[in-house]
């Protein structure tokens, strides 16, 4: 449940669920993200869920603040709302030449390379969001052992499909962007295709995801 | 093919095709983008007799160099443009805010915005160019928008699907007002900051840096010290919304931004004035000045109002 709504700026609700980062809270948040999309309430132009807060942004020239909170507070959101969420497979490649990190972690984690895919591949990832750049999914909750700082200083670019880990998270860079998370593996599966207007995002809030190992070869002869 | 079109001689530095931008993808990492100074781009389109949503060339610093072929067809800058017009051979200054009627082999160069970011250049008529998400807009980093989400360049063409038969000359006299301070609303972490920190943010001068884009605007000046946490869990952001990250140098978020961020917000630029924020250029200065919510209500009510006054008179 909503536990506090503010503003933020004079064109945005701030929702806030809570500080924990964690499934049931992220359900929730997930659950008022959907229900308020379907509902399609005046002014509203824009929802942006994350782990625990949700923004509600709003034209001002149609609505403002009070008019907005009201509407989200009588709102009745369905909190045994089945969330309709798919199974996803993805295959990474974790080739030193694609595992830009592999050394920086295995020091870190104290960990060898093979131990560190093992764990990383043995895990069931939830994702609790989308965003930063289109389409990027935030995945979680990566073991105590796997979890490892970001960068000191950001690459300029990461490489586009490029898998990343920080703390609880893991990650996949839709394109090519400025980043410090720590390189794993890359992606050869095209996880936001902005051609498919209606579907862009292939991996979406709730969804949950697995990653299976792929050869070079495999790597560099994929075919969706 | 199109029979009317401008062929770029040069293109500028940061030369795109924007309209009002795209809602309802925050949630999926996309941001609104669209024409920066939104004022500029409805005048723009008044100006040319275009409906006020119509796509337009948005130029930052250095514009483009056009050259015309086709029919005649009117276009009108918007902003502190310095630009020439070249007919035959004569090359005559242009002026803002005012509409030129081109003929076939005529060419429009936009040599630079004065004191300012942002211009605007409306062609009179519809511009051939593909939507995504029902928007125009080319965000450059997500590679998003028309013409493939790139910025113009060299040699290629901007075609026109139709050419307004209304060729009336319009003007209008509009000064882009410089203020000194930019308002604020208290951001979502402001206690995360020391007494000093929020005094500095409020009492000190900040100079825009170089390192500003259509993403966000960074600025330099007195370090704004954390005393709670120099990150928070990545949550949802807005243009306007003022993060500061470890080193104490605010980042306010503008019209491409990234959709979540984990550092700390002290503050949010009120909708009123942000306009007039994304048109300070690298080595300004800010000045922050706090309001509530309820002024800031009121304020964009007086924005519109003397936006819609603007319109009017065109």
Redesign the interface.
């Given at each position: 449940m909503i536990k506090n709504i503010?503003?933020?700026?004079?064109?945005?609700l701030?929702c806030d669920f809570g500080?924990e980062?964690n499934k049931s809270i992220n359900s929730q948040v997930i659950k008022y993200?959907k229900t308020i999309?379907e509902k399609k309430v005046k002014g509203i132009?824009?929802?942006?869920?994350?782990?625990?807060?949700?923004?509600i942004?709003y034209d001002?020239?149609q609505t403002?603040?009070n008019e907005v909170k009201k509407n989200i507070e009588n709102l009745n959101v369905e909190t045994n709302l089945k969330l309709n969420t798919k199974r996803i497979e993805i295959p990474v490649c974790c080739h030193e030449s694609l595992s830009l990190d592999v050394k920086r972690l295995e020091k870190i984690l104290n960990l060898s390379r093979d131990k560190i895919l093992e764990n990383f591949l043995n895990k069931e990832y939830f994702c609790y969001?989308?965003?930063?750049?289109?389409?990027?999914p935030?995945l979680g909750d990566l073991d105590q052992n796997m979890r490892a700082q970001r960068l000191e200083t950001p690459r300029v670019k990461v490489p586009k499909g490029s898998v990343g880990l920080t703390e609880q998270f893991a990650n996949i860079y839709?394109?090519e962007?400025p980043g410090g998370w720590n390189i794993f593996g890359n992606t050869p599966v095209k996880v936001?295709d902005?051609s498919l207007?209606d579907e862009?995002?292939l991996i979406?809030?709730g969804d949950t995801v697995t990653f299976k190992e792929i050869s070079l070869d495999q790597y560099k002869n994929y075919n969706e | 093919m199109s029979d009317n079109y401008f062929e770029i001689i040069r293109p500028g530095i940061n030369t795109t095709f924007q309209d009002k931008g795209r809602?309802?993808?925050?949630?999926?990492?996309?941001p609104?983008s669209g024409a920066m100074d939104n004022r500029n781009y409805l005048i723009a389109n008044k100006l040319v007799n275009n409906n006020l949503d119509s796509a337009i060339i948005e130029f930052a610093y250095q514009g483009p160099h056009l050259k015309y072929t086709g029919g005649k067809i009117n276009f009108a800058i918007t902003g502190d443009v310095i630009f020439t017009i070249k007919k035959d051979d004569t090359e005559i200054e242009g002026k803002c805010y005012e509409s030129y009627q081109i003929e076939n082999g005529n060419e429009i160069n936009i040599i630079s915005t004065s004191k300012s970011v942002y211009g605007y250049l409306a062609l009179g008529g519809e511009l051939d160019i593909k939507l995504?998400?029902n928007s125009c807009s080319i965000n450059t980093?997500?590679?998003?928008g028309s013409n493939d989400?790139k910025k113009l360049d060299t040699g290629q063409r901007v075609n026109l699907k139709k050419i307004n038969s209304n060729k009336d000359i319009k003007k209008t006299s509009y000064i882009n007002t410089k203020i000194e301070n930019i308002r604020v609303?208290k951001?979502?972490n402001f206690d995360y900051f020391s007494e000093e920190g929020k005094k500095i943010f409020y009492e000190k001068e900040f100079i825009v840096s170089k390192l500003s884009d259509r993403m966000g605007m960074r600025l330099e000046g007195p370090k704004i010290e954390n005393i709670i946490n120099t990150n928070i869990?990545?949550?949802?952001?807005?243009k306007?919304?003022i993060q500061v990250p470890a080193d104490g140098n605010p980042i306010i978020m503008l019209s491409d931004h990234?959709?979540?961020?984990g550092y700390p917000?002290i503050g949010?630029?009120?909708?009123a004035d942000y306009d007039r924020l994304v048109q300070m250029a690298p080595g300004s200065k800010i000045k922050f000045k706090e309001i509530n919510?309820s002024d800031?209500?009121t304020l964009?009510k007086l924005y519109?109002m003397e936006t819609q006054n603007l319109l009017s008179q065109i």
């Open positions: 503010s503003n933020l700026g004079d064109t945005a701030y500080n980062v993200f999309k132009n824009n929802l942006t869920p994350s782990y625990n807060k949700l923004i942004s001002l020239k403002n603040f969001m989308t965003g930063f750049i289109a389409g990027m935030f839709t394109f962007s936001f902005s207007e862009p995002t979406n809030p | 809602d309802h993808l925050y949630h999926i990492g996309i609104f995504q998400w980093k997500a590679n998003i989400g609303i951001g979502t869990k990545s949550e949802g952001l807005i306007g919304v990234g959709t979540v961020g917000k949010a630029v009120v909708s919510l800031a209500e964009f519109e």
